[in-house]
């Protein structure tokens, strides 16, 4: 029910910056995150990467960051998998979508894979040498939306007991800056202390 709401949601936005209320284009990312002690062990993995004991998120959003799918994982997925299953769920559910943007992370048969749903799925990945965090073009916003993410302090760790909890609990938390791009209400930021002063 949360992620029928939030694709009701989603196209208010989209259309007030005169785009189409369904999108053609999406980028998919993953992250892994600790999760706390009452998280059952056989949900939880070790993402040797990153070298993380708990679950994945892999998410799908469009070009303004907004959540089109979620899929929680144990942190031991590999970013592929986990992206081929989204993959599927998206190409059923928003089937106007024509291109993806993926980064270094994920393989060429996740390529191969899209093109047989006849997605363009495009691997873009910093430049050699690159130090520190570096926006990529076309892909930036879902960083933004991870950020936006970790900002929530019940999602800054899994503390949910099934993968399917903490998907809803995503959907719940990406329909407030939806809510807010419509409204245009800014939410109180402690690092401005003018902003925390009543008027």
Same mark, same amino acid.
């Given at each position: ?12 936005? =989209? %259309?007030?910056?005169? =785009?189409? +209320?369904?999108? $053609?284009? *999406? #980028?998919?990312?993953?992250?892994? #995150? ?11 993995? #070790? ?17 303004? +960051? ?10 031991? #997925? ?6 081929? &299953?989204?993959?599927? &769920?998206?190409?059923?559910? /928003? ?5 993806? =943007?993926?980064?270094? +992370?994920? &393989?060429?048969?996740?390529?191969? /894979?899209?093109?047989?749903? +006849? ?26 939306? *991870? ?6 302090? =019940?999602?800054? &760790?899994? *503390? %949910? ?9 995503? /959907? ?25 002063? $009543?008027?």
């Amino acid at each position: 029910m949360l992620a029928q709401l939030n694709g009701l949601l989603r196209q208010l936005p =989209r %259309e007030k910056e005169s =785009r189409n +209320g369904e999108p $053609s284009a *999406y #980028v998919i990312d993953a992250q892994s #995150v600790k999760t706390s002690t009452g998280v059952p062990a056989s949900s939880q993995g #070790v993402d040797a990467g990153k070298k993380i004991v708990g679950r994945k998120r892999s998410i799908v959003t469009d070009t303004l +960051g907004l959540l089109l799918a979620v899929l929680v994982t144990a942190a031991s #997925v590999q970013d592929s998998t986990a992206g081929a &299953r989204l993959l599927d &769920r998206v190409a059923v559910d /928003h089937s106007c979508i024509r291109k993806a =943007r993926v980064d270094g +992370g994920y &393989r060429q048969h996740l390529v191969e /894979h899209a093109a047989t749903r +006849g997605i363009d799925m495009e691997i873009t990945a910093c430049k050699p040498g690159t130090r520190g965090f570096t926006p990529i073009p076309k892909r930036w916003t879902v960083e933004r939306t *991870y950020g936006r993410l970790m900002l929530n302090r =019940r999602l800054a &760790r899994d *503390y %949910e007991t099934l993968p399917t909890r903490s998907e809803a609990k995503i /959907h719940l938390t990406m329909t407030s800056p939806m809510a807010r791009r419509l409204t245009h209400e800014n939410t109180i930021s402690w690092r401005n202390p003018k902003s925390m002063q $009543s008027t």
